[in-house]
């Protein structure tokens, strides 16, 4: 689902960027350093990059061997930088990808399930792409934050298929993540989790 104007402006500015590389990735890192898990050299997924600020810390960070990023809107495809030599940026939809299967070692996915319709087809999509023992690493934020920001930032959310994290965990096991770890990022409301294809 596209961000309306707010969630866009709240998305692409210098302190959300600065967020995002002290507090949002450090929290990734920190989790794949906990599970010993190196994704330097990989082939890499940075799903619903949006303007594709976090394609710049991956690439630096894991200099992957292939790098790619998508995302549903063009007017976020515009603001996406010229991307380096061996990284790809496409427009596409997280739930129908053009992709074939088992080509990824890592996914990144910083807030993009709780803006789909359908979440549990868009995670599903995710595992199709993911190689067998490959790492998924998702932020998100719940149903209670998820309304909290619809009431109060008037940012649009799909209605129906909101989580909690029983839920959540729960229909992930179904569609085939082993979960290795979760941390709360300021409070429980929104989590960054670390997953295994199994
Ligand atoms: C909250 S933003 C996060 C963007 C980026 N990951 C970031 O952290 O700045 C959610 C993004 O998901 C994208 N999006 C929404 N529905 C999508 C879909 N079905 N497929 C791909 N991207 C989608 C939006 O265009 C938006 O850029």
Redesign the pocket.
């Known amino acids: ?3 309306n104007r707010l ?1 866009f402006l709240a ?2 500015n210098g302190p ?1 960027r600065l967020h ?1 590389r002290l507090v949002e990735f450090r929290i990734f890192k920190n989790l794949l350093r906990r599970k010993n898990i190196c994704l330097h050299g990989k082939i890499l997924l940075d ?5 594709g ?2 394609l710049k810390l991956l690439e630096k960070a894991f200099q992957p061997e292939r790098l790619f990023g ?4 063009p007017e ?1 495809a515009k603001l996406v930088d010229r991307p380096a030599k061996n990284t790809y940026f496409f427009l ?4 129908r990808l053009a992709l074939a299967d088992a080509i990824f070692d890592g996914i990144f996915a ?3 399930l709780h ?2 319709d359908d979440w549990i087809a ?1 995670a599903q999509e995710l595992h199709r792409v993911l190689k067998p023992g490959g790492v998924l690493l998702i932020e998100e934020p719940n149903r209670p934050a998820v309304e909290f920001f619809h009431r109060y930032f008037r940012f649009d959310f799909p209605k129906k298929n909101r989580f909690d994290w029983p839920d959540f965990e729960l229909k992930m096991a179904q569609i085939g993540f082993k979960k290795l770890h979760h941390t709360k990022i300021y409070c429980d409301c929104l989590r960054a989790y670390l997953w295994r294809k199994i």
């Open positions: 689902m596209r961000l969630e998305m692409n959300r995002m799903a619903a990059c949006g303007s600020y976090s998508f995302d549903i809107m976020q596409g939809d997280i739930t910083f807030g993009i803006h789909i868009g």
